[in-house]
C-alpha cells in the first residue's frame, strides 16, 4: 500500500468535466418544482451568485423534512442520507481554479486539488466542506500544549478539543522508559508525534489509513524543519512498517461504525469491529521487550449507549496478551468557559491506557 510520498495524490471530491444537463437556477424559478425534479436525479447549476446555493439547499432540506417526519433514530438517518444524496446535485462551475458564481469564497484548495483541471463542476456542498477546511488551513489551529499552530491538510481529522492532549502530555512528562523511537499509529493532523519529539523521542514512524493525513503531515514536517526525526508511512495499522518500538501510540477513532466506512475523516471518527481485535494482533510484534503501547481513548460510546462495549477492556478480559499499567481519565470541559454543560455528553471522560505485553511462556 505504501507509495513514494513524492508522487502520492490526495484524495479528492469527485467533479464533473463533461457538460452538463441540468436546471440553471435563477431567481424567481419555481424553486419547489425545481426541488422536486433535483430529488428525481436532475442537477441544478448555480451559476450567478455563491448565495443562491444556499437558499436551494435550504430549500432541500424543507422538502425533505417534510418527507421523512420520523424522529427516531433511523428515521433521522434516512433524511440525513436523502439530503446529502440529493445535495450533491446542486453544481457551481470552476474556471481557472476559482469559482465563476459572484461572492464566492476564495478557496485555495481548488488550484491545489486541481491543478491540471481548468474547468469544471463540482457539488455545491462539497465547496462547503472545502471552504470550511480551507479557513482552517489557512488560520491553523492553536495547541497550547505543543505551543504550537497545526495547519490541517484536506480531508483530515484535526482535534478541536484537547483534554486528551493534556492527558498525553502529562503522562509524557512523567515517562522514563526508552526515547529512542515511537509509532504513532493514525497520525491525523500530526499532533501526537510532535507532542512525542517535543519530549524527547528521537524518531517517529508515523502511520495512517488517510492519504490525505500522510500529505499534509509530510508538509507540516518540512515546515516544521522535522524530516529527520519523522518517518510518514501509508499504511493500514502495521501492513508497511517492519520496525520494533519503545512506544506505540493510538489515538483511535472512538465509536463502533453501524454504517458502511467511508475513506477520510469518517475513519478518524468510527472504526469497524476488527479495527482493535487486528491493531493488538499486531502491535505485539512491533514492541521491543520493554515496549509499552499508549492508548487514547474516551468513554463517549458508553454515554451515548451504556450497552456499548469497550474495545479496550474487551481485549484485557478476554485475550490474555497484555496487562494493564495505567489507566488515567480526565473529564472534557465545554467547548465554551461559558457555557456550563447540561447535555449528556457532560459525563464524557478521556481516557489514557498503557498497556505492556505480558512475556510468552519458553
Ligand atoms: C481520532 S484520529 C487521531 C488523529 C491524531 N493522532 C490525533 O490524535 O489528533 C484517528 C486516526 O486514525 C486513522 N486510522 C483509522 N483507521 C486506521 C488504520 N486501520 N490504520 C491506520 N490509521 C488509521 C484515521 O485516519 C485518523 O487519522
Known amino acids: 500500500m505504501n507509495k513514494d510520498l513524492a508522487s502520492m495524490t490526495p484524495d479528492r471530491p469527485d467533479i464533473i468535466t463533461s457538460q452538463i444537463d441540468a436546471i440553471n437556477f435563477y431567481p424567481k424559478i419555481d424553486i419547489e418544482a425545481t426541488i422536486v425534479e433535483m430529488i428525481a436525479g436532475k442537477y441544478v ?59 464566492s469564497p476564495d478557496i485555495g484548495w481548488l488550484e491545489l486539488l486541481y491543478p491540471e483541471v481548468s474547468e469544471f463542476y463540482i457539488s455545491f456542498a462539497q465547496v462547503q466542506g472545502m471552504n470550511s477546511s480551507w479557513q482552517w488551513y489557512q488560520k491553523g489551529i492553536e495547541v497550547k500544549t505543543l505551543d504550537l499552530t497545526l495547519h490541517p491538510y484536506y480531508g483530515t481529522y484535526f482535534p478541536t478539543r484537547f483534554d486528551h492532549l493534556k492527558l498525553f502530555d502529562q503522562w509524557l512528562k512523567r515517562y522514563d522508559g526508552a526515547k529512542t523511537t515511537a509509532i504513532d499509529m493514525g497520525v491525523g493532523s500530526g499532533v501526537l508525534s510532535f507532542q512525542l519529539i517535543q519530549n524527547g523521542f528521537e524518531n517517529i514512524v508515523a502511520c495512517d489509513t488517510n492519504k490525505n493525513a500522510i500529505i499534509g503531515v509530510s508538509k507540516e514536517v518540512q515546515r516544521l524543519g522535522l524530516e529527520d526525526k519523522i518517518t510518514l508511512k501509508y499504511s493500514d495499522l502495521f501492513e508497511d512498517c517492519d520496525v520494533k518500538t ?70 484485557l478480559q478476554k485475550n490474555k496478551r497484555y496487562t494493564k499499567e495505567l489507566h488515567l481519565t480526565r473529564g472534557v470541559n465545554a467547548s465554551s468557559k461559558k457555557t456550563k454543560r447540561t447535555d449528556s455528553r457532560s459525563n464524557e471522560k478521556v481516557e489514557l491506557w498503557v498497556l505492556t505485553p505480558k512475556a510468552k511462556k519458553v
Open 45 to 103: 447549476f448555480v451559476g450567478k451568485l455563491y448565495s443562491d446555493g444556499l437558499k436551494v439547499l435550504s430549500e432541500l432540506k424543507r422538502n425533505l423534512q417534510l418527507k421523512y417526519n420520523d424522529k427516531s433514530f433511523q428515521g433521522q438517518r434516512d433524511y440525513r442520507s436523502a439530503f446529502r444524496e440529493a445535495s450533491q446535485r446542486v453544481l457551481l462551475k470552476v474556471k481557472d481554479h476559482k469559482l465563476t458564481t459572484r461572492k
Open 246 to 315: 519503545d512506544l506505540i501510540v493510538f489515538n483511535p477513532p472512538w465509536l463502533l461504525a453501524k454504517h458502511d466506512l467511508e475513506e477520510g475523516i469518517d475513519k478518524a471518527m468510527y472504526y469497524e469491529g476488527d479495527l482493535f481485535p487486528r491493531f493488538f494482533e499486531q502491535a505485539q510484534k512491533h514492541l521491543t521487550p520493554d515496549g509499552k503501547i499508549v492508548l487514547i481513548f474516551s468513554n463517549l460510546a458508553q454515554v451515548v449507549d451504556k450497552e456499548s462495549t469497550h474495545p479496550i477492556i474487551e481485549e
